[in-house]
């Protein structure tokens, strides 16, 4: 497990490291949102610690850049205690709130309490199809596959917006983010390679002519 572990002061992020750590978890630090936000764009991470008053983007700001590129638990370190940041945090999806000074101990119980709970909501199944979010795997009929990051990630969207149709655009600016200067055939490419590795289940990607994409799927009765 990938554990992101952002703040601004040294010694914060060096004890939640330690601590974390020890208890077999592989820890990436960040000083700042900035730092976050492409430390997190270039590896896979699992859960995210995160303070709220940092310079140069604060932890609010930051949780919503991230939350763009992929959805994870957030736990948000703070040195207030208002009702008010907890809401924030909250309304922005957060998954717990701790306030400082805190007990490092108590900080990773809640970090395993959090991936414990939120393995079970990891796994997506469609059909002969199964995702392993934590694990980045996919499945087909019980057998592993290898997909490209953006393979993956790509499967992963379509899935989840099952039966849904979704522009070109709208998988280039999901998939690849709002800053890529890609054209149509990037996301072509992609879903040809995808065919191909989903086998027997090919079909259940339909192209809707003259707008893009869609999985089609019908839950049996």
């Not at 945090?89 to 007990?103: A, E, R």
């Amino acid at each position: 497990m990938n554990i992101l572990v952002v703040d601004d002061e040294k010694l914060i992020r060096e004890v939640i490291s330690e601590y974390l750590t020890l208890e077999g978890f592989t820890v990436m630090e960040a000083t700042d949102g900035i730092d976050a936000v492409n430390k997190f764009k270039k590896n896979d991470i699992n859960l995210v610690i995160m303070d709220i008053m940092m310079p140069n983007m604060d932890g609010y700001t930051a949780c919503r850049e991230i939350k763009k590129i992929k959805e994870v638990p957030f736990i948000m370190l703070s040195a207030r205690s208002e009702e008010y940041d907890k809401l924030i945090g909250f309304d922005l999806g957060i998954d717990d709130y701790v306030t400082k000074p805190f007990s490092p101990k108590e900080l990773v119980a809640r970090v395993k309490a959090i991936l414990k709970r939120d393995n079970k909501s990891n796994i997506i199944v469609l059909g002969g199809i199964k995702i392993d979010d934590l694990a980045h795997e996919v499945f087909i009929d019980n057998k592993l596959i290898e997909l490209t990051p953006k393979e993956y990630d790509l499967l992963k969207y379509l899935i989840q917006n099952k039966n849904i149709a979704l522009s070109r655009e709208k998988l280039l600016s999901n998939i690849w983010g709002y800053d890529f200067y890609g054209d149509d055939r990037t996301i072509d490419t992609h879903i040809k390679t995808l065919r191909q590795h989903l086998g027997k289940y090919r079909d259940l990607i339909k192209t809707i002519r003259g707008m893009g994409y869609k999985i089609e799927y019908k839950e049996e009765d």
